[in-house]
């Protein structure tokens, strides 16, 4: 019916398509340009050529274009994606849909800059329409995808003073872009997607892990890792010369009983050497001797690191030993309670798309990256004792 997008651009598919309204039908211009969508736009840099042509583009048949473009880009964070109204209607949603294997509906608000508080309501009457039309019964979250950061503060602010019962995200539409693209090409998967959106975390946080990462692999093999580090002050964890079985972990440490984190800390990991780890958030991988631990007190920040000399052994001063999973035994401790690091973005998005509460009791591990363990506990942010 319709030639290639390669070949086309938006005007022209919509000026075969025809003008776009919500008239219903098989045949009807809507119906057909979104059949070009499913048919020909097979990859996210087809839909990103698409969307770069219409995003700031002035004109009604343009931004209809650009909002049916992002609910199709769903498809390619693996979801199945449902449209919806370009008018509201009483009844009817007049936002996008997103459904996920997962039981995960997300709707999906396209707004063109500036970005408008009143995109929160769209989203609230339409999540209110789709579950009295019984579309949806699951989880649900909503998404504000934006062509530009204008007025995303004021969007950001309306969201928190909201306090709704669902998470609502903003994302710029290069970063929903970039995800997609990720996504395609395995960097990362859709329960990363999922727990981003469940979590509120931006989802430009992760499209931000994802580009230092392919900074880090292109410049690996130029840059050693020692000249990355500080240059002066006491010296952080040997990153240098790590083998690829060296291993970075942060342990969220929670209350114990009656021992709060820090008494915990004191007491057992600096003064015993040995840390009883409850569950490993990366699967079936296990810390290992020679591995780097740093240790994360909720609502606080990172307080200190240890070296794993060896497993499986010296559990004095342990209460219930044999509720963990790893008893590990470690060199090397410095703790400086009194001024915590802050985690960096990267790590926030490794324990929230680990499902972490860190709140729990007992100590778990997360791995991290060698530059966010650095990061975490270089002299320069943390000046160690102990």
């Known amino acids: 019916?319709?030639?290639?997008?390669?070949?086309?651009?938006?005007?022209?598919?919509?000026?075969?398509?025809?003008?776009?309204?919500?008239?219903?039908?098989?045949?009807?211009?809507?119906?057909?340009y979104r059949r070009f969508l499913r048919e020909h736009a097979a990859d996210p840099v087809t839909?990103?050529?698409?969307?770069?042509?219409?995003?700031?583009?002035?004109?009604?048949?343009?931004?209809?274009?650009?909002?049916?473009?992002?609910?199709?880009?769903?498809r390619f964070l693996g979801f199945d994606p449902f449209f919806g109204r370009y008018v509201p209607a009483?009844?009817?949603?007049?936002?996008?849909?997103?459904?996920?294997?997962?039981?995960?509906?997300?709707?999906?608000?396209?707004?063109?800059?500036?970005?408008?508080?009143?995109?929160?309501?769209?989203?609230?009457?339409?999540?209110?329409?789709?579950?009295?039309?019984?579309?949806?019964?699951?989880?649900v979250a909503g998404l504000i995808v934006l062509?530009?950061?204008?007025?995303?503060?004021?969007?950001?602010?309306?969201?928190?003073?909201?306090?709704?019962?669902?998470?609502?995200?903003?994302?710029?539409?290069?970063?929903?872009?970039?995800?997609?693209?990720?996504?395609?090409?395995?960097?990362i998967t859709h329960e990363h997607i999922v727990r981003v959106l469940e979590s509120n975390l931006p989802g430009d946080v992760l499209v931000d892990m994802l580009e230092r990462s392919a900074t880090?692999?292109?410049?690996?093999?130029?840059?050693?890792?020692?000249s990355a580090g500080p240059k002066t002050g006491r010296a952080a964890p040997p990153l240098g010369n790590a083998s690829d079985e060296t291993s970075y972990w942060i342990a969220t440490i929670g209350q114990d009983h009656a021992t709060k984190p820090e008494e915990f800390l004191e007491l057992v990991v600096l003064r015993r050497h040995v840390i009883g780890v409850v569950d490993s958030a990366a699967g079936r991988s296990t810390a290992s001797s020679g591995d780097?631990?740093?240790?994360?007190?909720?609502?606080k920040g990172v307080v200190g690191h240890a070296r794993v000399s060896s497993l499986g052994a010296g559990a004095a001063g342990l209460r219930d030993a044999h509720r963990f999973r790893q008893l590990l035994q470690v060199d090397e401790v410095k703790?400086?309670?009194?001024?915590?690091?802050?985690?960096?973005?990267?790590?926030?998005?490794?324990?929230?798309?680990?499902?972490?509460?860190?709140?729990?009791?007992?100590?778990?591990?997360?791995?991290?990256?060698?530059?966010?363990?650095r990061t975490l506990t270089?002299?320069?942010?943390?000046?160690?004792?102990g």
């Open 90 to 139: 009483d009844g009817a949603p007049a936002e996008g849909r997103w459904h996920s294997r997962s039981r995960l509906d997300v709707v999906v608000s396209a707004q063109a800059a500036p970005a408008s508080p009143a995109g929160l309501e769209t989203i609230v009457k339409s999540i209110d329409a789709l579950r009295a039309a019984g579309d949806i019964a699951g989880r």
């Open 147 to 187: 062509t530009s950061p204008a007025g995303r503060h004021r969007l950001d602010e309306a969201i928190a003073a909201a306090a709704l019962p669902f998470p609502v995200g903003v994302v710029l539409v290069g970063s929903l872009l970039s995800m997609a693209e990720a996504m395609s090409s395995g960097g």
């Open 292 to 299: 780097w631990v740093c240790f994360y007190v909720a609502g």
């Open 335 to 373: 703790l400086n309670l009194g001024a915590p690091v802050a985690l960096d973005s990267e790590t926030q998005l490794r324990l929230r798309t680990a499902g972490l509460v860190t709140s729990r009791q007992a100590p778990t591990l997360v791995r991290i990256s060698r530059e966010s363990f």
């Open 1 to 32: 019916m319709l030639e290639s997008p390669h070949s086309l651009s938006i005007e022209q598919i919509l000026t075969l398509a025809g003008r776009l309204d919500d008239t219903p039908g098989f045949d009807t211009p809507r119906e057909r």
């Open 216 to 226: 880090r692999a292109a410049t690996s093999d130029v840059v050693s890792p020692e």
């Open 47 to 74: 839909v990103r050529s698409l969307v770069g042509q219409c995003q700031h583009a002035p004109g009604e048949q343009l931004q209809r274009a650009f909002r049916d473009l992002v609910v199709y880009l769903g």
């Open 378 to 385: 270089s002299p320069a942010a943390l000046p160690l004792s």
